[in-house]
């Protein structure tokens, strides 16, 4: 994936803003959970400033990619819509002490850097967005799931047989 590469704090207080496209080919560890490497994601990071007054990224990402069903086995779309906010910090130890006073869920905080790759925040929101067990709603095929149903037999049903009247 082509890196762009941001100074994450310079980007916030300008309030920046990019916009693109990238194929999920160029996203080696998203393709590595994927069916194949078709299909593209759609993207928007925007710089900022918190309530609070510390820097801030907005992220968004969306497309589709190809997962396999674990229920069929077959190759299936699956939509990617998600927004993030990622609160930046000058090091860990801010990082903790920023979650200690935000106290919010839905932020995350991460270590900003002079040379922040953005690339790598797309490919990650994208990553989280994937559900942990992929499968279609109703898969269209069930044959491959029918044949492996059988019958259950209780272990002794074949001693009844056996038994004298």
């Not at 080919?25 to 400033?49: F, N, P, Y």
């Not at 000058?90 to 900003?112: F, L, P, Q, Y």
């Not at 209780?154 to 009844?160: N, R, S, V, Y």
Request: hydrophobic share 40%; aromatic share 4%.
């Amino acid at each position: 994936m082509n890196a762009f590469v941001i100074d994450a704090f310079d980007f916030c207080r300008i309030n920046g803003s990019r916009e693109g496209v990238t194929p999920v080919a160029e996203m080696t560890r998203l393709i590595k959970d994927c069916a194949d490497a078709s299909g593209t994601l759609a993207w928007r990071v925007e710089g900022g400033t918190s309530q609070m007054g510390y820097p801030q990224l907005t992220l968004s990402v969306a497309g589709s990619v190809q997962l396999v069903c674990q229920r069929c086995l077959t190759p299936y779309a699956y939509e990617i819509d998600a927004s993030t906010i990622l609160m930046l910090a000058k090091d860990d130890a801010h990082a903790d002490e920023i979650e200690e006073i935000i106290s919010d869920e839905t932020i995350d905080v991460i270590v900003g850097s002079r040379s922040m790759d953005v690339a790598d925040l797309i490919e990650d929101e994208a990553l989280l967005a994937l559900p942990q067990v992929p499968k279609h709603e109703v898969c269209p095929d069930t044959a491959l799931i029918d044949s492996t149903k059988t019958e259950k037999k209780l272990p002794f049903a074949g001693l009844k047989d056996l038994k004298p009247e």
